[in-house]
């Protein structure tokens, strides 16, 4: 299997190449760099191995230079003041979902609930002016706890639209997955006036206006 290729700064860059950069920026005792699409959890360090998302081989010096601090801090300080710099890189929102998404005939009332919360949250917070788009539950989403799916991804096939997870619905309880709707709208909004759809400054600009937390990204160590 060959080696995944990514571009930075207008040259190749392999998870080998990507270790090199940070390496010089003072990373040690990291022995192999894997690059991930998660977007959940989008830097980890365990074993010698640090696991860091795809975009940020795209990132600017100071979040290569957070990343290293990240995983050299020898306090929580010291970490916490890496992490705050490395979540404030827009990470890319893309058509994770391959599939359509359909829901299940069991899970139908909570779409019909959570379509109403979209009617209900559109009036509320962004004055009617958002599509009105299919709500799903989801059981395929495991790790996540919703998504949306872009406009752009209507070329590929894909219905646009936003899944819940059906999973964090019953774990967490209808309050918190109506938070996570309302996440997930803010990319719908995001979307429909021509803005990056990412975990940018404009979403949290927009999340902390709702309301809602803005942080949409975990680091661990």
Not at 15 to 29: C, H, K, S
Not at 137 to 148: C, Q, T, W
Not at 181 to 191: A, P, S
């Amino acid at each position: 299997m060959s080696t995944p290729q990514l571009m930075l700064f207008e040259e190749v860059v392999t998870p080998e190449t990507f270790l090199t950069v940070l390496q010089r920026r003072g990373l040690r005792g990291v022995e192999r760099i894997v690059l991930t699409q998660n977007r959940s959890v989008v830097v980890s360090c365990k074993g010698g191995v640090l696991r860091a998302h795809h975009a940020f081989v795209q990132a600017p010096e100071h979040v290569h230079e957070a990343i290293v601090r990240f995983v050299m801090a020898r306090t929580r300080a010291d970490r916490a003041r890496a992490v705050e710099t490395i979540v404030q890189w827009p990470l890319p929102i893309g058509a994770a979902v391959r599939r359509p998404e359909r829901t299940h005939p069991d899970d139908e009332p909570l779409r019909v609930l959570l379509a109403d919360w979209h009617h209900k949250f559109n009036a509320q917070h962004f004055g009617g002016l958002l599509a009105s788009i299919p709500v799903h539950v989801s059981r395929r989403i495991a790790r996540r706890l919703g998504h949306y799916t872009p406009r752009a991804a209507e070329a590929q096939g894909l219905e646009r639209g936003i899944a819940i997870s059906r999973k964090h619905l019953r774990r967490d309880g209808i309050a918190a997955a109506l938070e996570t709707l309302l996440h997930e709208m803010v990319h719908q909004w995001q979307d429909e006036t021509g803005r990056p759809v990412d975990h940018g400054p404009s979403f949290r600009r927009k999340a902390r206006e709702l309301g809602i937390t803005p942080r949409a990204v975990r680091v661990v160590g």
